[in-house]
């Protein structure tokens, strides 16, 4: 006779894992991305948690248009673009750090980059920085991806690994302290400038800018074609309206996107 056992409960997704959520709260690692040998990368929380810096700023004063940051964390890219005056919408997997981001003057919404986004197509600027290239675990179809959530022409800037490196791992969040608890092992990637100028290349990306600010590469690349995905064509009627609701009344109002 065989034993039915209940269905097991979903999977804590990533980043959403508790060890992630209490450093954001606390502002504060320690926290790592573990590899599955064993091998750490130190996150740099603080850094995260503080005001926009010298070399954050020299990123975002080269945004063009309206902003999407893809994996936002807790905010200060968004926050600093809302201060200025850029119309700017942070998204993240993390409940935590999107309430963060909103608490401290940012619009941000709970979604991956995967998933259907608010103004698919109309983005004039994509940011992934802080080794958000590493989304996914495939660079290339990240930036796939990127192109068609941002307007025909539209920017990414986007930070490279301060090292040349190139690998696509298995990861999970750990605090360095035996907590990791459930957190589950996903997919990640690290590329320095010369693998990130080949996957840029690989998909139709022209380098438009490079630079090192605070001891952080940085590259600006532009989508010479227009990629169109399905679900981009799907959503595109109802984009503006859905793009709008994500900002705080006092900037409501129709987004001026690209090319509209």
């Not at 660079?139 to 490279?160: D, F, K, N, Q, S």
Request: hydrophobic share 40%; aromatic share 6%.
């Amino acid at each position: 006779m065989s034993t039915v056992l209940p269905p097991a409960g979903p999977s804590p997704a990533p980043w959403a894992a508790d060890p992630y959520a209490r450093a954001l709260t606390r502002g504060r690692g320690p926290l790592f991305l573990r590899r599955k040998d064993g091998w750490l990368l130190p996150l740099d929380i603080e850094r995260w948690c503080a005001d926009a810096d010298a070399a954050d700023l020299s990123a975002l004063r080269r945004s063009e248009g309206p902003v999407i940051d893809i994996g936002c964390g807790p905010g200060r890219l968004v926050a600093a673009l809302a201060a200025r005056g850029h119309r700017a919408l942070g998204i993240d997997v993390s409940e935590a750090a999107i309430g963060r981001t909103q608490r401290i003057g940012g619009s941000a919404l709970r979604r991956s980059v995967f998933e259907p986004l608010p103004g698919e197509g109309r983005w004039g600027t994509a940011l992934l920085i802080d080794g958000n290239i590493g989304i996914g675990g495939d660079p290339r179809a990240l930036l796939r991806r990127v192109a068609a959530v941002l307007a025909p022409g539209g920017l990414l800037i986007t930070e490279a690994a301060p090292h040349d490196v190139d690998e696509q791992v298995q990861v999970r969040i750990d605090d360095g302290r035996g907590h990791a608890g459930a957190a589950p092992h996903f997919p990640w990637a690290r590329a320095g400038v010369s693998a990130l100028l080949g996957y840029a290349r690989s998909e139709h990306w022209e380098p438009v800018d490079q630079w090192e600010a605070g001891g952080r590469p940085f590259l600006a690349l532009r989508r010479a074609r227009t990629v169109r995905t399905t679900s981009q064509s799907a959503d595109r009627a109802n984009s503006a309206a859905v793009i709008s609701s994500q900002f705080p009344r006092n900037l409501s109002g129709d987004i001026p996107l690209a090319g509209s």
